[in-house]
């Protein structure tokens, strides 16, 4: 054997070592301070990394339930509160319920849900059923589900929220090609949230629907942030640039949250999951410092000459 040729057990070693280290690393991001953002309609402040649920009302046997206990149990602790869910993501909204109930932790959170775009019950009565499913008396942000019935749903959303059984109302969308509805919407109807897709490859929210949400006084969602994981593919195998370390980024997902999250207009971003490992990669957007415009500008020349 050369000297250039490593056994099984110096790899072994080797990989064990970048593990503890990388432990550390983590570690260490969970002692900085968490940022928090202000929802514009109230004052009231919000860590700008949260959850989406899309996906846990898929396949839930005892053993995936028990892995999803573990998720939002870990982002619980984490400092998460934000939670996003919806009628139409399967059986979601009543797992959620229940995996609240069982943690304990209602109180802590902040609970989005949206109007059920499948037609089968609109506006109050949406909201009755999302409300039973969750275990709730309320949720805290009703959302009119990527524009279905959105005038008419707004409507009855506004009437709850006078009446005070939701705190805050908006919309959703999650594709470039509603932008023009959403504009419109939002210049001649009153609300206090929109969600919206924007990602460091998918970046038009910020020319034009970013700026009128500032004007207007709206918090804003971040769905997709991972742009449907084109951006981890398109890292795939390369390494962080070493300015990364100037807003405290420790891995892709964090440089792609922090992108979004330190912009003003951005109240959270909701990256879906499932697994506890990446809540606690995620959690890390959450900490330490943001970056300025002109990182900000970096982190976006970087990525398009990636090529």
């Known amino acids: 054997m050369n000297d250039l040729t490593l056994s099984r057990r110096q790899v072994l070693a080797y990989s064990a070592a970048c593990a503890a280290t990388l432990g550390a690393a983590r570690l260490f991001a969970q002692t900085l301070p968490l940022i928090q953002k202000t929802i514009p309609a109230s004052g009231e402040t919000i860590v700008p990394v949260g959850i989406g649920t899309n996906r ?8 995936e339930r028990a892995a999803l206990l573990a998720t939002l149990k870990k982002f619980h602790e984490l400092g998460g509160r934000l939670i996003d869910t919806a009628p139409v993501y399967g059986d979601s909204e009543a797992v959620l319920g229940g995996l609240i109930a069982e943690l304990g932790i209602r109180g802590d959170l902040f609970l989005a ?3 059920d775009m499948g037609g089968r019950v609109k506006g109050k009565a949406s909201y009755k059923q999302s409300c039973e499913k969750l ?3 309320k949720a805290e942000l009703l959302q009119v589900h990527n524009l279905v019935n959105a005038r008419e749903d707004l409507a009855a959303l506004r009437e709850l929220q006078t009446e005070g059984k939701v705190k805050y109302i908006g919309i959703t969308i999650s594709q470039t090609s509603q932008f023009d509805a959403a504009e419109n919407l939002l210049k001649q109807e009153k609300m206090d949230f929109i969600q919206l897709n924007y990602s460091l490859d998918d970046r038009l929210a910020a020319k034009r629907l970013l700026p009128l949400a500032q004007d207007k006084g709206l918090a804003v969602l971040v769905n997709l942030p991972f742009g449907r ?20 980024v420790q891995s892709w997902g964090q440089f792609f949250l922090k992108y979004i999250i330190a912009h003003p207009a951005v109240t959270a971003a909701i990256p879906g999951t499932r697994r506890e490992q990446h809540v606690v990669d995620n959690m890390g957007g959450a900490r330490g410092r943001l970056p300025h415009a002109d990182l900000r500008r970096r982190q976006e020349q970087f990525f398009d000459g990636l090529g």
């Open 135 to 137: 275990k709730v008396d």
């Open 229 to 248: 994981e084109r951006l981890f593919k398109a890292t795939n195998g390369k390494q962080l640039p070493d300015w990364a370390a100037e807003f405290d």
């Open 113 to 115: 849900t949206k109007t």
């Open 56 to 63: 846990f009302g898929e396949g839930t046997d005892p053993k």
